[in-house]
Nanobody, 121 residues
Framework: QVQLVESGGGLVQAGESLRLSCALS????????MAWYRQAPGNQRELVAS???????NYVDSVKGRFAISRDNAKNTLYLQMNNLKPEDTAVYYC???????????????WGQGTPVTVSS
């Protein structure tokens, strides 16, 4: 069973930093991409940052210059460095992996349970 376990969320003041971690476990043939999403109460879940198997990254405009997504393949862990946090960053952050189970399988998405981030003003 493929599983994503997230950690690192918490309560911080505006301007502070957090580093989210997402540990992947289970049998996977190939990861196409991994990403961080977030969802605030009453809002739609939005894509915050993504990273492809080739290392290409993409960010939503609101976090550009403040957040950085990275991956440690040896540890099977995805990170999101969040600097200069703002109250509007408050949300539950979810890790997502788009992966291929076997050579002949299609791609499948798996989600973490989410880790809450609260930024006070």
């Amino acid at each position: 069973q493929v599983q994503l376990v997230e950690s690192g969320g918490g309560l911080v003041q505006a301007g502070e930093s957090l580093r989210l971690s997402c540990a992947l476990s289970g049998s996977i043939f190939r990861i196409n991409a991994m990403a961080w999403y977030r969802q605030a109460p009453g809002n739609q879940r939005e894509l915050v940052a993504s990273i492809t198997s080739g290392g290409n990254t993409n960010y939503v405009d609101s976090v550009k210059g403040r957040f950085a997504i990275s991956r440690d393949n040896a540890k099977n862990t995805l990170y999101l460095q969040m600097n200069n946090l703002k109250p509007e960053d408050t949300a539950v952050y979810y890790c997502n992996a788009n992966y291929q189970r076997t050579l002949f399988s299609g791609y499948v998405n798996v989600w973490g349970q989410g880790t809450p981030v609260t930024v006070s003003s």
